[in-house]
């Protein structure tokens, strides 16, 4: 591949891509396209910059923007409002034009020069109220998935491909599905190269973390500066538990998938750190803690917020057996490099997460 087109490429995940990717092929163009929406997406600019990343500064939601970009060879759809509150807690408007009729400029783009289309969802496609009939067990410091299940697609391992879609899902994984239904479209009647990872919780440095998303960095980062945190519903344990992906294993991902594109057209997978890979907010503390040397005040909150799940794992076995690939970048070694990125470029990153 000699061109890329990287949307939201001035974000976490988006940035973090477009690096990797130059460094892998010095020879490639690669664009990153960002409207520069969240804070601290600026401090990505010279980092791009001095790595030879071209900065296009559009919004994917206006047509027009696209117009004005060449063609390319390979575009990977990173960007989205990813708040699972977005929209119940504010209005929803920028969170449909931005995740889905995005998509629908991103694909129109992709059309017009024949190029290949990746698109990064969420595990959020998956129904609230299917999750929450999963059956748990509760351990010392996390709940786990219960042996005997009376739904499909749930095992030990975690949610696979087949686990139900019927039902409400948060307004955010909402317009994620409505994207990966007209992505199909698009592969099926226009021929569309087009692969669809479904991620868990992506996490690592440069990542902005907040209450409603990139929780790792966002506990890291209170350790390090000593603030309070909070266990926030189901009792108040801090027992709810993620699987989380280093940004640098789903690289490792698309690059396989682009090297046998063939194969791979058309998919959509589940992408995320496996059982192997998961942590609770029990689990996470103690870990910034060995990390940081810190301890924090955790206050506990029983009652549940909207939208809020006890458990999520990624089932990996269909990309795993597709691709070969697996994570293999502990939560520890996530963390580790998230404190020293904290403790290189403390003075920056304090007005943004030190707050």
């Given at each position: ?66 117009d004005a970009l060449p063609p390319v060879e ?159 519903g189901f009792g108040g344990t801090g027992k ?116």
């Open positions: 591949m000699t061109s890329f087109l990287i949307t939201g490429g001035a974000g976490f995940v988006g940035a973090t891509l477009a690096l990797r990717f130059k460094a892998a092929h010095p020879e490639a163009r690669v664009i990153a396209l960002d409207n520069l929406k969240r804070r601290g997406s600026e401090l990505n600019l010279p980092r791009l910059r001095q790595a030879g990343v071209e900065f296009v500064h559009g919004d994917i939601r206006n047509q027009e923007d696209f390979v575009v990977i759809e990173a960007s989205a409002e990813p708040s699972v509150l977005a929209g119940v807690t504010s209005a929803p408007d920028y969170l449909v034009n931005t995740n889905l009729l995005g998509t629908i400029n991103c694909l129109n783009y992709t059309r017009r020069h024949g190029a290949a289309f990746i698109f990064l969802s969420t595990s959020r496609v998956y129904p609230i109220n299917q999750i929450e009939r999963i059956a748990l067990t509760e351990g010392p410091t996390r709940f786990e998935i219960a042996p005997e299940q009376s739904m499909p697609g749930i095992s030990a391992a975690g949610l696979a491909e087949s686990f139900p879609l019927e039902g409400y899902r948060s307004l955010y994984g909402a317009t994620k599905l409505c994207s990966e239904y007209l992505i199909q479209e698009y592969h099926h009647f226009y021929g569309l190269r087009t692969v669809i990872n479904r991620c868990g919780v992506l996490a690592g440095p440069w990542q902005m973390g907040k209450v409603d998303q990139g929780v790792v960095v966002l506990w890291a980062a209170r350790h390090f500066w000593q603030q309070e945190l909070g266990y926030i709810q538990v993620r699987d989380v992906l280093h940004v640098d294993d789903l690289y490792d991902l698309l690059e396989i998938q682009l090297a046998n594109l063939a194969s791979h057209s058309g998919q959509t997978y589940n992408v995320g750190g496996g059982h192997a890979g998961s942590v609770s907010l029990q689990e996470l503390t103690v870990l910034c803690q060995e990390i940081t040397g810190h301890q924090v005040p955790i206050h506990a909150e029983a009652e549940t917020r909207p939208a809020d799940i006890a458990l999520y794992l990624t089932d990996n076995a269909r990309v795993t057996a597709a691709t070969g690939w697996a994570p293999r970048r502990s939560v520890r070694t996530l963390v580790e490099d998230v404190y020293q990125w904290l403790r290189a470029h403390e003075a920056e990153l304090k007005p943004i997460l030190g707050q």
